[in-house]
Every structure is written in structure tokens, then in C-alpha cells.
């Protein structure tokens, strides 16, 4: 660790209560998405970024702070402030910041109001001891991340509000950098049919049907839903050979069957079925041929069923990612994980598709960093102080190995 590390880390040591008691605050002030209200934090989280000396500007509820200049490379540092619903059965106040045995709990706590804590803590840090940027660092934090990214992320890299050589990315598992992230796609169903009295007018083959007979909509479903848990076996034959995170398990593709909705009543052939499905893909599993395999069997199956009303549509699609790990970026991060951590953390790969695919789309080289854990969507979410503490330090050190 040179100097300049050391003393960064000690700055960082003697912010704790302050950090501590920023993300407490953020977690004081309700951004759940749906519905999506952000006002507030994104007020809040401008006002310290003031404070601590970035230009700010605020674009469609989502915060950019600035510092550095235009002569050198430019890093964005990227958090997103938006939370998942509380929904039921807490057993701690979701928006108290409460601090029980080196935890703070309350509803994204680590998703993802931690990383927004670390990376302006980061910068205070870099400010504080004087350090001389050779380019930009932008501090960007945003909404809408839980619900796509399209009125969040991807709105300010349209707009070309927001620009960079490189991304680093809060919203990951601690511990370990991410290099290496999963294809995602999001895939619904709709099958349509003809409502008719279930026992009077059945749906059956000929010569047991006329024109009054019922279309059952969920039977077809099932030849669907039968399909895919094939393909989610064939799946299943391929592990990954990039490490997980500690505690992460799913070194294989997935389909989740995540939501069904069909039929009227136990007398009425139901005419509606709707089924909402996650794929999620290992780098070693491209999500364009698993779309393919599905639309090749749509159509053998329209061809095999004349009274089959089905369309399919896809709302997100993304290729995994796989990043290059002899860069210039890459080299900043593994060498802040010495500083950090007294050892180097080789790359991880994290599953969950995040808006990192917004920053890789556009060429711009992203890592992920932060302090996630198992909690996070679910009850009593908290975060560990120690890996708070710890992100806000490799924030700090990866932009001054990138940007010094
Ligand atoms: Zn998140």
C-alpha cells in the first residue's frame, strides 16, 4: 500500500460514524418501486453531494455530481437509490436504519442506498485529502434500476448527460469485484382460447366438438410450461467455470416460471392464460439461442394446433458479459483489492442482470463492487457496516488507482 492509499483509508476509517449515519438517513426516506416517487431522495442526495464539493445536477429525479477535468480519462461511479416494495411480515421498521449486532436494517439498506453511501463517501475521501484527479469522475445515482433501468440509467446515457472510459457499479455482492455478469431475459406468454360451459360445451377433440365447443387456454399453457421445464433441465447440464459469490449457489442457467393468471370460474373453459418467465444465463449460455429454441417451438406447436391464439413477448433481453481482465480498469480494480482487502480478489461472477448492461452496451468497461447480500428483496433487509465501510473504500482506491 503506498501512502496516498493509506491515507485514504484512514480518512475513510475516521468518516464511519458519518457514513453510518447517511445510509441510516437514505433508508429514513421511502423510494419503493414500484411506485417510483424519488423526489426526495434524489433532493437528499444532491444536497451532500453539494456538500461535499461535486457540480451537481439533477436530471428526471436522477443525481450526477462531477469533479475532476476534461484532460484524461473519465470514471463513472453508478448507484442506484430506488428499493423493491417492503412487502409483508418485516419484523424490524423497514424505513428505521436501526443498528443491531453491526447491521443496519430498513428496505435498501444494501439495495442499493449502501453503494450511494460508498461512492460519495469515496469522493469525500479523494476531496478531503487533496487528490489530484488526471481526468472526470462522475457520481451518478439513480432511480427506476429495480424496474429496467429505462427511465434511470439508460434516459442519462441517451441523452448523453452522462459519459465514461469506465463504469464502476454498486450494486453487487461485497467482498469480491464483479467481472463477469449473466444474460437475462424476461418472457410472457399469452394464450388465448374460447369461453364456454366447461361440462355443456367442453373443449374436445373431434368428432366431440362444434362450433359452440370451448378453446381451453391453460391446457395450452401447459404444453408451454412442460416445454420450458425440458429446456430448463437441458439447461442444467452446463456449470459455469467463473466463481460465484460467497453464499451464491446457481452456477447453471435458469427458467423461472415466476407468474401464471388464467380462467374464470370451475364451470367456464377458461379463455385467458398469461404465464411470466425469468431466463437467466451463465456467460457460457447465450441468450439468443435460447430464443430461438422457444420461437422454433411456438411455431411447431401453431402448426400442430389449429385453434392455438398465442403470442410471446419480450420485454428484456441481454447477453451475458465477460470482461477483459488484463485491462487498465480492470488492473485498478484487483490492485485496490490489495489495499482493501491485503490480498488480491480475483473476478467473480454475479447472475442478476443490474444496469450494468446499459454501460456495456455502450462500450464503457463496467466492474461491480458492492455491499449486497442475501437480504436484499427480501424481509428485515440490512446491510453489514463492515462492508459498507469496506466498499466506500474501494470506491475510493479503485478511482485513485484509475484516475491518479
Ligand atoms: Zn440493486
Request: with cysteine.
Given at each position: ?306 385453434f392455438l391464439d398465442l403470442t410471446v413477448q419480450i420485454p428484456i433481453s441481454l447477453e451475458p458479459f465477460v470482461i477483459d481482465g488484463a485491462s487498465e480498469f480492470a488492473q485498478a480494480v484487483q490492485k485496490a483489492s490489495l489495499a482493501v482487502y491485503n490480498e488480491e480478489r480475483e473476478f467473480r461472477l454475479f447472475m442478476p442482470s443490474t444496469d450494468a448492461h446499459w454501460f456495456q452496451e455502450r462500450g464503457i468497461e463496467t466492474i461491480l463492487f458492492g455491499a449486497l447480500n442475501w437480504s436484499c428483496h427480501a424481509v428485515d433487509e440490512f446491510v453489514y457496516i463492515e462492508d459498507l465501510i469496506n466498499t466506500t473504500k474501494m470506491f475510493a482506491i479503485i478511482a485513485l488507482n484509475y484516475l491518479v
Open positions: 500500500m503506498n501512502n496516498l492509499e493509506k491515507r485514504i483509508i484512514k480518512k475513510i476509517e475516521e468518516m464511519r460514524e458519518e457514513i453510518i449515519i447517511f445510509n441510516q438517513d437514505m433508508i429514513k426516506i421511502p423510494s419503493e418501486n414500484p411506485p417510483g416517487k424519488y423526489k426526495e431522495i434524489a433532493k437528499f442526495t444532491e444536497k451532500k453531494m453539494k456538500e461535499i464539493g461535486l457540480k451537481t445536477q439533477i436530471k428526471r429525479d436522477n443525481v450526477i455530481g462531477e469533479i475532476g477535468n476534461q484532460n484524461g480519462k473519465s470514471l463513472l461511479f453508478n448507484a442506484h437509490y430506488d428499493t423493491v416494495e417492503v412487502f409483508k411480515n418485516w419484523t424490524r421498521d423497514p424505513f428505521g436504519g436501526e443498528i443491531i449486532d453491526g447491521k443496519i436494517y430498513g428496505r435498501g439498506s444494501s439495495d442499493n442506498k449502501a453503494s450511494v453511501t460508498a461512492e460519495i463517501f469515496a469522493t469525500k475521501a479523494l476531496i478531503e485529502e487533496k487528490v489530484q484527479l488526471k481526468g472526470r469522475l462522475l457520481v451518478t445515482a439513480v432511480g427506476d434500476e429495480e424496474t429496467g433501468g429505462l427511465r434511470g440509467v439508460e434516459t442519462l446515457l441517451q441523452k448523453g448527460l452522462i459519459r465514461g472510459d469506465a463504469c464502476l457499479l454498486g450494486d453487487a455482492p461485497c467482498n469480491y469485484p464483479i467481472g463477469y455478469t449473466g444474460g437475462t431475459m424476461y418472457i410472457t406468454f399469452t394464450v388465448g382460447g374460447k369461453q364456454a360451459h366447461g361440462l355443456g360445451f367442453p373443449d374436445l377433440p373431434a368428432p366431440y366438438r362444434n362450433e359452440r365447443s370451448g378453446v381451453n387456454s391453460i391446457e395450452r399453457m401447459m404444453k408451454i410450461m412442460n416445454f420450458l421445464v425440458e429446456l430448463k433441465k437441458e439447461l442444467h447440464t452446463k456449470e459455469t467455470r467463473y466463481p460465484l459469490p460467497e453464499g451464491w449457489t446457481n452456477k447453471v442457467s435458469n427458467i423461472n416460471l415466476a407468474e401464471i393468471h388464467g380462467g374464470n370460474k370451475i364451470t367456464t373453459v377458461p379463455d385467458k392464460c398469461y404465464l411470466h418467465c425469468s431466463i437467466n444465463t451463465i456467460p457460457e449460455q447465450d441468450i439468443e439461442s435460447i430464443k430461438k429454441r422457444i420461437y422454433d417451438f411456438v411455431e411447431n406447436l401453431k402448426k400442430d394446433d389449429p
